[in-house]
């Protein structure tokens, strides 16, 4: 199993940009989720989804809408990049909602 | 506002200190605690976690952790820490089926 990826590792972006990370996973999991990491600040839910066709909001979705058409996908898409959205981004997924989460590798993200 | 706190932003030991870590959370009720870790440069893995039962947890490459109800902590300890625990440790609680994080504690460990 190659477990949680995404897609791409690094991206810089013009403000006004738009673009998606991609995050896939294979263990068959309903629950995913997406992070973004800031220093000093841990890790902070975007948006969850307890399934297919199924998403809601987290901590900080101001900015990013998701989509969950397979169990397997849950990309992230920011309409129009803004450099406070500078950050590191972690997908993640888990069998239940409140069980272990497996992180993916992570995608760096710098709008300028 | 409801929250995961640790107490330590940065802990500096030299190899075979002891270590622990604070956490402390803000939640009521019933609640799944984790620790994760993030080596440099690396995804974060699980550590341990705590659902319910024995309240002292015992993780991989000899952490564990205590789960105290009454003072809402879970605290991370390990008795002799080695270089390779150089990494930024995190703790996280589950409530409603969203996973909250605190703020992350870097650990640096001097050969």
């Known amino acids: 199993n190659a477990g949680v990826t995404q897609t791409p590792k690094f991206q810089v972006l013009k403000t006004g940009q738009s673009m998606t990370l991609q995050c896939a996973q294979d263990m068959n999991h309903e629950y995913m989720s997406w992070y973004r990491q800031d220093p000093g600040m841990g890790l902070r839910l975007i948006h969850y989804s307890v399934g297919a066709g199924i998403t809601d909001q987290g901590e900080v979705p101001n900015g990013y809408n998701v989509s969950r058409s397979t169990t397997e996908d849950f990309p992230l898409r920011l309409l129009s990049a803004a450099p406070s959205q500078t950050s590191v981004y972690f997908c993640?997924?888990?069998?239940?909602?409140?069980?272990?989460?497996?992180f993916g590798p992570g995608t760096r993200l710098t709008v300028t | 506002a409801q929250s995961v706190s640790q107490h330590n932003h940065h802990v500096i030991l030299s190899e075979a200190a002891s270590l622990e870590l604070g956490c402390n959370y803000s939640?009521?009720?019933?609640?799944?605690l984790f620790w994760y870790v993030q080596y440099p440069g690396q995804h974060l893995q699980l550590l341990l976690k705590y659902f319910s039962g024995d309240p002292l947890v015992k993780g991989i490459k000899g952490f564990e952790a205590e789960f105290i109800k009454s003072k809402f902590s879970f605290n991370l300890r390990k008795p002799s820490v080695q270089w390779s625990d150089t990494a930024e440790y995190f703790c996280a609680v589950t409530k409603g089926g969203k996973l909250i994080f605190g703020q992350g504690t870097e650990l640096s460990v001097k050969p």
């Open positions: 993640a997924s888990s069998p239940v909602r409140s069980d272990e989460q497996y």
């Open positions: 939640y009521g009720g019933t609640v799944n």
